[in-house]
C-alpha cells in the first residue's frame, strides 16, 4: 500500500494546529489561568513553552518524519526504529495509541454537547435561563443528571453525540488528505473569524454596569497579564502551567508523530512545528485569553471571575458564557458563535486522537482503511459509553486523569530521552534540520539534550513523590464513586494489556514475513 500524504505544507502546518487549538485553549486555559492568581499563572506558563513545549514539537515532528520513512506511523515502530537493540521499547510506544483513544473517549463526548448546544442557542431554547442555577439545571438535565422542564432524558445529548461521533469516523475514513488535511484548513479559517468576532465584541463590552466602572474589559486584561513574579516560588502553579502546555500543544501523546509520519524525508519539520505551535499560541493567549476572562470579569468582577473559574470549565464554557450572551443585544447569535467555534476546535482534535489508532491498524496489520475506521468506530462507540452514563461517577475525571496528564508527562519523558540520548544528539539535531527552512539557535541543541529531560524527569518525580499514595489509595476520590473509579482503572489495564499483545503480534508478523523474505506489506 502507498503511503498516504500531506498535500502541502500549509495542509500539515493547520492540521497539527487543528489538534493543539481545541477545548484547551478556550475553557481549560482560562480556568487554570484565573484559578491559578492569573497574571501569577503567566511566567511559568511561557517558561514551560520555551522549554518543554517547543522542544517536545521539534522532537516529535523529527521522531515522526523518521518513524515514517520506516513505514511506521505510531510510537510503538518508532520507538523500535530509534532503539533497534531494545525489545521492549516498542510496548512503551503503545501509550501513544492507548493515551489518545483514551483522551477521545471523553473528549468526543463533551465536543457533542458544543454541537447541541450551538442549535440551542440558535432555537433559544435556554432562553428562559437567566440566572446560575437555572443555566447549571439545563446543562445538568442535558447531561441526563436531573430531570426538568427542558429535558427529561439523556437522548437529546445521546443524539449529537451519535452525530458527532460519525462525523469523526467519516473524516477519518476520507483519509489524510481528503478528510483531516481539507476539514482542518476550513475549521481553522472559520474558528478565526469567529474568534475574532467574539474577542471584538468582548473588548468593546467596556463596563457594562455603570455603577461599577471597576468591572471592565481592559481590568479584565489586566487580571490575566499584570505579572507577579512572587508566583515563582510555588511548585502548584509550576505543575499547572507544564500540564497545559502539554496538553495544549497536543505534546507527548503520540499524536503529533502520526501526522508527522506522512512527510517526505525532504519536509521541513523546523518551521512547521515553530509555526503550528505559534498559531497554538495565539489562539489560546490572544483568543483564549481574551473572551471568557475579560467577560466575566467585565459582569462579575475579579471575585466573581475567580469564583466562576473554580467551578470550573464546564462551568465557565456552558454557564457563565451564554449567561453573559444573554446579557448583550443579538446574544443568541454571539452564543452560537462561540459554540460552534468550540465545536469546530474540538473536532480537529478528536480526528487527531483517532488517527494513531488507524494508522496502527493500517501499518501493522495492513488493514484498509475502510476496515480500520469500523474496526475503529465499533470498538470506540463502545468505550464511549462509561464517558456518557457514567458522567457523574469520576469516571471522566480519571480517563483525563491518565490519559491528559500521566500519560502525556511519562511518554514525553521517554521520548524526549530517546531522541536526545539513545539516538544521540548529534543524529538528532541533523535530522532536525534535514530540509529546514530555518536553523533552530544553538541554545536549543543543549535545552532538549538537558533542561528538557531533567524538566520532565523533576515533574514526573516531584508528581510521584507528593501524590502517589493518595492517587493509588484514591484518597481524592468521594466514597460512592470509588467502585466506578476502581472499575475504569481496571478497564484501562486491560486494555493496555491488549494493545500490548496487538504490538506483539504485529511484530511476529513482521519477522515471519521477513524470514520468508516478503515485505509484510505484501499481504
Ligand atoms: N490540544 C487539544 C486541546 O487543547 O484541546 C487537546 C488534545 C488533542 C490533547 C490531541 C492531546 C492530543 F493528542
Not at 514539537?57 to 530509534?82: C, D, K, Q
Not at 439545563?138 to 458527532?164: C, D, H, R, W
Not at 475514513?173 to 474577542?199: D, P, S, T
Not at 524538566?455 to 514526573?460: D, E, K, M, S
Request: glycine fraction near 10%.
Amino acid at each position: 500500500m502507498a503511503k498516504e500524504r500531506w498535500g502541502s505544507k500549509i495542509g500539515v502546518i493547520l492540521a497539527v494546529a487543528g489538534s493543539a487549538i481545541g477545548l484547551g485553549n478556550f475553557l481549560r486555559f482560562p480556568v487554570q489561568a484565573a484559578s491559578n492568581g492569573g497574571g501569577a499563572f503567566m511566567i511559568p506558563y511561557f517558561v514551560a513553552l520555551f522549554v518543554v513545549g517547543l522542544p517536545l514539537m521539534w522532537i516529535e515532528w523529527t521522531i515522526g518524519r523518521f518513524g515514517g520513512g520506516f513505514g511506521h506511523s505510531t510510537a510503538p515502530g518508532m520507538f523500535h526504529t530509534l532503539w533497534q537493540k531494545n525489545k521492549f521499547i516498542k510496548y512503551f510506544g503503545v501509550i501513544g495509541i492507548f493515551g489518545p483513544i483514551v483522551i477521545f473517549i471523553y473528549y468526543v463526548y463533551i465536543e457533542s454537547w458544543l454541537l447541541g448546544y450551538s442549535v440551542f442557542a440558535i432555537l433559544g431554547k435556554y432562553n428562559s435561563c437567566t440566572t446560575e442555577q437555572s443555566m447549571s439545571a439545563f446543562l445538568q438535565a442535558y447531561q441526563g443528571l436531573i430531570k426538568n422542564e427542558f429535558f427529561s432524558s439523556i437522548t437529546p445529548a445521546y443524539f449529537f453525540f451519535v452525530i458527532t461521533f460519525i462525523l469523526n469516523v467519516w473524516i477519518i475514513y476520507m483519509g489524510i488528505n481528503r478528510g483531516i488535511e481539507k476539514v482542518c484548513k476550513w475549521a481553522l479559517g472559520i474558528l478565526f473569524l469567529f474568534g475574532a468576532i467574539l474577542v471584538v465584541r468582548v473588548l468593546t463590552l467596556g463596563a457594562p454596569d455603570a455603577a461599577k466602572p471597576d468591572f471592565n474589559t481592559i481590568n479584565g486584561l489586566g487580571f490575566l497579564w499584570n505579572p507577579d513574579w512572587s508566583v515563582l516560588k510555588s511548585a502548584k502553579v509550576w505543575l499547572a502551567a507544564t500540564g497545559q502546555i502539554f496538553f495544549t500543544l497536543s505534546c507527548g501523546i503520540g499524536v503529533i508523530l502520526t501526522y508527522a509520519s506522512y512527510l517526505t524525508k525532504q519536509d521541513d519539520v523546523a518551521l512547521s512545528g515553530l509555526s503550528a505551535a505559534s498559531a497554538n499560541e495565539f489562539a489560546e493567549v490572544i483568543l483564549g485569553g481574551s473572551i471568557v476572562i475579560p467577560a466575566a470579569y467585565a459582569f462579575f468582577g475579579p471575585a466573581g471571575a475567580a469564583k466562576i473559574a473554580s467551578g470550573g470549565a464546564f462551568n465557565l464554557g456552558f454557564v457563565t458564557m451564554p449567561l453573559v450572551c444573554q446579557k448583550i443585544a443579538f446574544g443568541n447569535i454571539f452564543a452560537f458563535l462561540w459554540f460552534m467555534l468550540l465545536f469546530l476546535a474540538g473536532i480537529t482534535s478528536s480526528i487527531s486522537l483517532a488517527q494513531p489508532a488507524i494508522a496502527f491498524l493500517e501499518d501493522e496489520f495492513n488493514f484498509s482503511k475502510k476496515k480500520a475506521s469500523w474496526v475503529f468506530g465499533v470498538v470506540v462507540f463502545i468505550l464511549c459509553q462509561p464517558a456518557i452514563f457514567l458522567l457523574s461517577k469520576g469516571v471522566v475525571d480519571e480517563l483525563d486523569f491518565w490519559g491528559g496528564t500521566v500519560c502525556l508527562v511519562l511518554f514525553a519523558t521517554v521520548e524526549s530521552i530517546l531522541f536526545a540520548w539513545v539516538f544521540g544528539m548529534e543524529k538528532a539535531w541533523t535530522e532536525l534540520h534535514v530540509g529546514s527552512d530555518i536553523t533552530i539557535p544553538r541554545v536549543y541543541r543543549f535545552i532538549i539534550k538537558y533542561i528538557t529531560p531533567a524538566f520532565l524527569l523533576f515533574v514526573l518525580g516531584m508528581w510521584f513523590w507528593q501524590d502517589w499514595a493518595k492517587v493509588i489509595l484514591m484518597r481524592n476520590v468521594p466514597a460512592e464513586n470509588r467502585p466506578y473509579v476502581l472499575a475504569t482503572r481496571i478497564g484501562l489495564v486491560i486494555f493496555v494489556g491488549i494493545l500490548a499483545l496487538l504490538v506483539q503480534r504485529a511484530w511476529q508478523r513482521r519477522e515471519r514475513k521477513q524470514k520468508e523474505g516478503v515485505s509484510p506489506d505484501a499481504f
